[in-house]
């Protein structure tokens, strides 16, 4: 195998390993903090898309605008879908929760489709489209553009979690809720703050993932399975463990795509779950603690 | 030491409260903590101690009565909104969050004060508690139950309350930590500050406090100063333990 194929495969699967850490650190945030499995974060993903794609065709917006853009809104969605529906299923069980948030995706999915149709989008990005290349290396600049603004986008988040006030709180709040309020934080605001974050993550992998990838408002669910992945993997919570599970499912992608036919990329990926899951001892348990 | 002119009174009147709709924990609760002393609140397990500090300190809403801190009904105030009352609560077992570094934990103490604020009552607490300097990078998780303990007691005091509610302090403690940490109920009680006490160590208890109220099946039983009570209190441990 030429090695320049192996090279351009490492890197590809680093780029789709950041997009791919983006898109999950919004759930692992929500999931860890919360204990709320958000079953409509890939429809905030799709949307993320669309917007990218709207923000481009009617203001001429490159995404790297539309992120910026993106955050801001969805954070403020986040924080409606936390206060209008969150807190009030909060003193129910959690199914009712998970039913609630399936039933947006639906809404989102469907409101969607009605807005866009079904057809299959992408980016009519110029500067997207370009490839670099580096010796014998191609790399697509888009592809580059989207995994650095993952990466960017990545470490604010660690950076928001670990070095100020207001993180170290959301980390409290993650592991003693009791206990933080009884110091005087308002879980509810907290909850509103990282449903707020959860989304407007979820909003801005989606632009990185219209800058990489053909997307369509019914192909969302994919999105869910790999946050799902990477959260199983990296567990609840953890910025910097989601970006290493994010490097190694893409390197893994990446691989095995140019080792082994593609029908066998997706059972590579979740044989790597299990084994995982198997190392771990505890299988799933050990990603459910909450860990901050 | 007296650091203030006047803590407030905790004045619980005639509380009917309880975790569900069928059960009711306590059955109109009368006490008051007075000013400046320590009022301990005892009785054997499940007469409803804990939930009084819990109401108190607005974790759980009386169906009836009302709580009154410094002659203001407190009874519909969130938890939340206590420490800005000047309130400080240790609830029972381990509640510091184990992955946070120990100054972390005083840091999400800090969270109601000013930000100007938050490094000056920072170094205050390190002043009051030094051993904390040397665990300050440590995640608070790692550290003994004893270490655990003075962390939340440091972590309460960030905001320097003037009612403090204790549920049990020295609940699973080694005699050593236990020790210490009596001490430091006694000197938050010598620095003039309002203290509630729940604590299963009757004998210990006592020995602290101003004042003494025994509760028995979410009723009051029994109430008196330290020299009253220390005078019944062989008597009324072996009602409690119906030998």
Redesign the interface.
């Given at each position: 195998m030429p090695l320049t194929l192996l090279t351009e495969a490492v890197v590809n699967g680093v780029l789709l390993g950041l997009v791919y850490a983006l898109i999950s650190v919004g759930l692992s945030l929500t999931l860890g903090v919360l204990g709320v499995v958000n079953m409509a974060h890939s429809a905030f993903v799709m949307l993320g898309s669309f917007f990218a794609l709207e923000l481009l065709l009617r203001l001429g917006a490159p995404p790297m605008l539309s992120v910026l853009a993106a955050a801001p809104l969805f954070f403020g969605v986040g924080m409606a879908v936390d206060r209008l529906l969150l807190r009030r299923t909060a003193s129910t069980s959690e199914a009712m929760g998970l039913l609630v948030l399936f039933g947006l995706m639906l809404v989102l999915e469907n409101g969607a489709i009605l807005v866009w149709t079904t057809d299959t989008r992408v980016l009519p990005w110029q500067m997207g489209q370009m490839v670099l290349a580096m010796g014998g290396l191609r790399v697509s600049f888009g592809r580059l553009l989207a995994a650095g603004l993952a990466l960017t986008m990545i470490l604010v988040l660690d950076f928001l979690l670990r070095r100020t006030?207001l993180g170290?709180?959301v980390?409290?709040v993650g592991?003693?809720p009791?206990?933080?309020?009884?110091?005087?934080?308002?879980?509810t605001r907290i909850s509103m703050v990282v449903v707020g974050a959860g989304v407007a993550t979820a909003a801005m992998g989606g632009v990185a993932v219209a800058m990489m990838f053909p997307f369509a408002p019914q192909e969302h669910l994919r999105w869910l399975a790999w946050a799902f992945l990477l959260v199983i993997v990296g567990g609840l919570g953890r910025v910097r463990n989601t970006l290493v599970a994010g490097l190694l499912v893409g390197q893994l992608e990446a691989l095995s795509g140019i080792l082994l036919p593609f029908q066998y990329v997706y059972a590579v990926v979740y044989a790597f779950l299990a084994i995982t899951l198997i190392l771990r001892g505890r299988g799933l348990q050990a990603a459910q603690e909450r860990?901050? | 030491m007296d650091v203030y002119g006047r803590s407030p009174e905790i004045r619980v009147v005639d509380v009917e409260a309880g975790y569900y709709p069928e059960q009711t924990v306590l059955q109109g609760v009368h006490l008051v903590a007075r000013p400046g002393q320590l009022t301990a609140l005892l009785g054997p397990n499940g007469s409803g101690k804990s939930t009084v500090l819990r109401v108190v300190?607005g974790?759980l809403r009386p169906r009836r009565g009302a709580v009154w801190v410094d002659g203001k009904d407190v009874s519909q105030v969130?938890?939340?909104?206590?420490?800005?009352l000047g309130m400080g609560?240790l609830?029972q077992g381990r509640?510091?969050?184990?992955?946070?570094t120990v100054e972390?934990?005083l840091?999400?103490?800090?969270?109601?004060l000013l930000r100007v604020a938050?490094r000056a009552a920072l170094d205050r607490v390190y002043e009051r508690y030094p051993a904390l300097r040397a665990w300050r990078d440590r995640p608070a998780g790692i550290l003994s139950g004893g270490q655990q303990r003075m962390v939340e007691i440091a972590?309460?005091m960030v905001?320097d309350p003037r009612v403090i509610l204790l549920d049990e302090p020295t609940a699973g403690l080694a005699p050593v930590a236990a020790q210490e940490v009596y001490e430091e109920v006694a000197r938050l009680r010598r620095e003039g500050r309002t203290v509630l006490l729940v604590d299963q160590n009757v004998r210990a208890a006592v020995s602290l406090a101003d004042y003494v109220y025994t509760l028995a099946f979410g009723r009051n039983q029994l109430e008196g100063t330290r020299e009253e009570f220390q005078q019944r209190m062989h008597a009324v441990v072996r009602e409690w333990l119906r030998v």
């Open positions: 006030l170290k709180v980390r409290a592991q003693n009791d206990a933080a309020a009884v110091l005087g934080v308002d879980v860990t901050l | 300190y974790l969130p938890a939340h909104q206590r420490v800005g609560y609830p509640s510091v969050f184990p992955s946070l972390e934990n840091e999400v103490g800090t969270w109601t938050r972590r309460m905001t």
